[in-house]
């Protein structure tokens, strides 16, 4: 069974330090999302790409983080500096849906649990 | 705009019912549930469009009041599997795929 794959699975820095996720989507899925999960919450959207374009990003901290899917298949997300409060689970998900189709199921990966000291 | 969930937290035996909700002040497209257990990725369970229908997945169905803009998940003689937390993410009323989260509502099942 496909799965959206990410990687590292766990990463400690220092705070002031750069980060760097990766997520491989699964094959096929037009749709990428990042979000980010504090421990005891609900995952909250950071961005969005349809292919290699930016839908919503709207919730990202665009002071120090930053995403891209360069050629519409892989992503990255990039935290630099690292600050305390950016502790937490970032999951990656992928859907096969066309945007302004139907519905549009998303499936996640297991996410990079990061701790900044 | 967050939805939120009842209850926070909820113990069961083996064997019992449990229902969980999920409301919004806001207008709905859909609602969409998931399963997380701790540590791992969130599981999908199902998804809910407007118009009232229920939908299940083996003894896990769900429904959709688009009046009340609520949305409910119904545990039937749960299992010890189904210990997690579970999350509904709902949609605002046009599909954009974007998902705002529920706090959450952990599950537990004992033997």
């Known amino acids: 069974e496909a799965e959206v794959a990410q990687s590292p699975r766990y990463k400690i820095t220092e705070k002031s330090q750069a980060v760097a996720f990766w997520c491989d989507p699964i094959?096929?899925?037009?749709?990428l999302y990042w979000y980010r999960q504090i421990l005891g919450q609900g995952p909250e959207l950071l961005v969005q790409?349809?292919?290699?374009?930016?839908?919503?990003d709207s919730q990202l901290p665009k002071d120090r983080f930053s995403a891209e899917r360069l050629k519409g298949v892989d992503s990255t997300l990039k935290i630099q500096p690292a600050e305390l409060g950016d502790s937490a689970m970032y999951l990656c998900?992928?859907?096969?849906?066309?945007?302004?189709?139907?519905?549009?199921?998303?499936?996640f990966g297991p996410g990079t649990r990061l701790t900044v000291l | 705009q967050q939805p939120v969930q009842s209850p926070q937290a909820v113990i069961l035996r083996e064997g019992e019912d449990a229902v969980i909700n999920c409301s919004s002040s806001?207008?709905?497209?859909?609602v969409h549930w998931y399963r997380q257990k701790h540590g791992e990725a969130p599981v999908f369970l199902m998804i809910?469009?407007?118009?009232?229908e229920q939908k299940g997945h083996e003894k896990i169905s769900a429904s959709f009041n688009e009046k009340k803009q609520q949305s409910s998940l119904y545990l039937t003689a749960s299992q010890l599997s189904y210990s997690g937390t579970y999350f509904c993410?709902?949609?605002?009323?046009?599909?954009?795929?974007?998902?705002?989260f529920g706090q959450g509502t952990t599950l537990q099942v004992k033997p």
């Open positions: 790409f349809q292919d290699e374009s930016v839908v919503d």
């Open positions: 809910l469009l407007k118009g009232g």
């Open positions: 993410g709902t949609e605002k009323a046009s599909n954009t795929g974007k998902l705002i």
């Open positions: 806001k207008a709905l497209y859909s």
């Open positions: 998900a992928s859907s096969s849906m066309g945007y302004r189709e139907l519905v549009d199921t998303q499936y």
């Open positions: 094959s096929g899925h037009a749709t």
